[in-house]
């Protein structure tokens, strides 16, 4: 017995790693907007949602004392008396059916100051998921996301304009993880389904709601990306085979299948994991390109971060048994990066609204004291010119140039 776990567990660091099933990615729901009740039902008639007393109604306001809307744009209405009325910070977040993303929606809503546009590709068990977790209705609203078909990500681009809320920050979240698949999977459009769903959905996402976030006036506009340590080799978790390699991203130019190339941005074999890792590499590099492009002109804060080790999140739902009884110990009493779904909640919680953690271009991530700090990224996953290169290609897939 002592020999298997030893066994095991330099192979739960070698996979450390999740699956998710095909079957689910065909639960997708329909054009459309969950409301919660029959109040935002009628709040969400056209007629009214172009309104500004729609807004307002919508969006109920709330009064902090002008030094804490620290940075950037300044609010648009009046500053009577050193106090300014600001309404709830609309806040997308992709993924929020389980894990990081509803821990997050959770520890947002709590404040009281935040609308979470939860947007996710199974619409009930996102219903049911922010009902669990005690979400307020009037905090949430639960629009339709498949990350990895690229006109639902523009259909839940429209869907979101037409429902006139404004929107201050962009959570790009969801993820899956395939480390056990043996043969590629692909998304709607044919590219392989992690790079596909983390990187290019979320690629396409952030660039159409970017005007959005432009056009915001609340007093801080961000634009988060969840990077990991396993896509950065300058870590010990990054070390572990498969190493995240980009390459020289011929995968990617020849469109990530087997008809062109490979499905692996660097052109080689597949293997799930290292794809996993790849595109969360490009979730880092994607955030520095828009910091260097968009930050200066815009405000917008752009971010990145680690949030710990959320061993128990459905990231790794796919994976044999063993593994998912053995991990969460390992990484909380052996590598000692275990952190709770609530703590990482309130770890992307403080990137969204924390008037602390507002400088841009930034990968963040938390001490043993739960402090954040700025953390250094891999070489890859700073490489200034790889990120343009990413850039260029990712237009191309997406449909953007
Ligand atoms: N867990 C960790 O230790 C860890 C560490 C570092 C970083 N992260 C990052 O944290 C983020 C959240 O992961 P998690 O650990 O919270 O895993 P999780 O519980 O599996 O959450 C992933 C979310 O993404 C959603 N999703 C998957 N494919 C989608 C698609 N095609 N369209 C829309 N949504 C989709 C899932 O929806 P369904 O419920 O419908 O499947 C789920 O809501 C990921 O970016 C991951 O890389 C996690």
């Not at 992690?194 to 005007?211: E, I, M, P, Q, W």
Request: with cysteine; net charge positive.
């Amino acid at each position: 017995m002592a020999l298997q776990a030893a066994s095991i567990l330099p192979s739960t660091v070698s996979i450390y790693k999740e699956g998710k099933s095909n079957a689910s990615l065909k639960e997708t729901g329909f054009f459309g907007v969950s409301v919660p009740n029959n109040h935002l039902k009628a709040e969400f008639d056209c007629s009214l949602i172009k309104s500004k007393e729609f807004r307002k109604r919508e969006l109920p306001v709330r009064t902090i004392r002008a030094q804490t809307a620290t940075t950037t744009p300044a609010i648009t209405e009046a500053a009577p008396e050193a106090k300014k009325t600001l309404r709830k910070c609309v806040v997308v977040i992709t993924g929020t059916s389980s894990g990081l993303g509803l821990a997050t929606a959770k520890a947002l809503s709590e404040t009281g100051q935040c609308h979470v546009i939860m947007a996710c590709r199974n619409f009930l068990k996102a219903e049911r998921a922010a009902k669990t977790a005690g979400i307020p209705k009037e905090n949430y609203t639960v629009m339709h996301l498949d990350l990895a078909s690229l006109e639902s990500v523009r259909q839940f681009v429209d869907t979101f304009r037409r429902s006139g809320m404004p929107l201050d920050v962009l959570v790009c979240n969801a993820a899956v993880y395939l480390p056990t698949a043996k043969e590629p999977t692909y998304t709607a459009e044919g590219f392989e389904l992690s790079v596909g769903t983390n990187h290019l959905g979320h690629f396409l996402l952030a660039r159409l709601l970017l005007d959005d976030l432009k056009k915001s006036d609340y007093p801080t506009k961000r634009l988060i990306i969840v990077g990991s340590i396993t896509g950065n080799t300058n870590t010990l978790a990054g070390n572990v085979p498969p190493k995240a390699n980009l390459g020289d991203l011929r995968g990617l130019v020849g469109g990530l299948n087997d008809l062109n190339s490979s499905p692996m941005i660097d052109g080689g074999e597949f293997d799930g994991a290292k794809a996993y890792k790849d595109s969360k590499v490009c979730n880092m590099l994607t955030m520095q390109e828009l910091h260097r492009r968009y930050h200066e002109e815009t405000g917008i804060t752009f971010a990145s971060l680690y949030p710990g080790c959320i061993a128990e999140t459905g990231l790794f739902r796919n994976h044999i048994p063993l593994f998912r009884t053995l991990f969460p110990p390992f990484q909380k009493y052996i590598t000692k990066g275990y952190v709770s779904e609530e703590e990482a909640g309130k770890r992307l919680a403080q990137v969204v609204s924390d008037p602390s953690l507002t400088k841009s271009g930034v990968y963040w991530s938390w001490n043993k004291n739960s402090s954040s700090f700025e953390n250094q990224l891999s070489k890859e996953a700073s490489n200034a010119e790889k990120a343009l290169k990413l850039w260029e290609i990712s237009e191309k897939l997406v449909g953007l140039a």
